[in-house]
T-cell receptor, first 111, second 114 residues
């Protein structure tokens, strides 16, 4: 059974640029959530998509956005990158009943 | 919103000893409490979870207890092994009404020494 796949694994971007991260959930899972992990703030919830609709949203600025496609794959976008956006971005896949399984994450470095 | 506190931040035990990590939550409506293990360079791995209608759950050397009245839950690892060394996170979620938003604790770095 394939797990959660996140691409790319590593990214280096310059301040002001934008970036798109991708997540393919476990087959049959319709919920995809995104989290930001930093040493200072820990694991913070960004947003959740379920059947192509945003169901929950965390306390992040509008520069952070996402979407989900009909095959449940999800993308998140960060525009106008700031140094503080450097983090591990994690995607979690779920049937929607609680159990959430994480991918390996995308390590974003903003320089 | 929900707030989850986790203690201790670091824990060092001898191989074969038990380890206990404790978490408290603030939202009495939270009803789902998972625990994750994160090894270096990897994403968090779900190791055990408990729902609010259950007081205790075991899976081999791992157990979780929940006290809804006090709003705290704990992870117990018995007969620790070096491969248990990792960062452990507790989390809380309110599943009722939809949504899979997890609020995480700050993590516990567990080191199992030989």
């Amino acid at each position: 059974k394939a797990g959660v796949t996140q691409t790319p694994r590593y990214l280096i971007k310059t301040r002001g640029q934008q970036v798109t991260l991708s997540c393919s959930p476990i087959s049959g899972h319709r919920s995809v959530s995104w989290y930001q992990q930093t040493p200072g703030q820990g694991l913070q919830f960004l947003f959740e998509y379920f059947s192509e609709t945003q169901r929950n949203k965390g306390n992040f600025p509008g520069r952070f956005s996402g979407r989900q496609f009909s095959n449940s794959r999800s993308e998140m976008n960060v525009s106008t990158l700031e140094l503080g956006d450097s983090a591990l971005y994690l995607c979690a896949s779920s049937r929607g009943d609680g159990e959430a399984f994480f991918g390996q994450g995308t390590r974003l470095t903003v320089v | 919103g929900e707030n989850v506190e986790q203690h201790p931040s670091t824990l060092s035990v001898q191989e074969g000893d038990s380890a206990v990590i404790k978490c408290t939550y603030s939202d009495s409506a939270s009803n789902y409490f998972p625990w994750y293990k994160q090894e270096l360079g990897k994403g968090p791995q779900l190791i055990i979870d408990i729902r609010s209608n259950v007081g205790e759950k075991k899976d081999q050397r791992i157990a979780v207890t929940l006290n809804k009245t006090a709003k705290h839950f704990s992870l117990h690892i018995t007969e620790t092994q070096p491969e248990d060394s990792a960062v452990y996170f507790c989390a809380a979620s309110r599943l009722t009404g939809g949504g899979n938003k997890l609020t995480f604790g700050t993590g516990t770095q567990l080191k199992v020494e030989l």
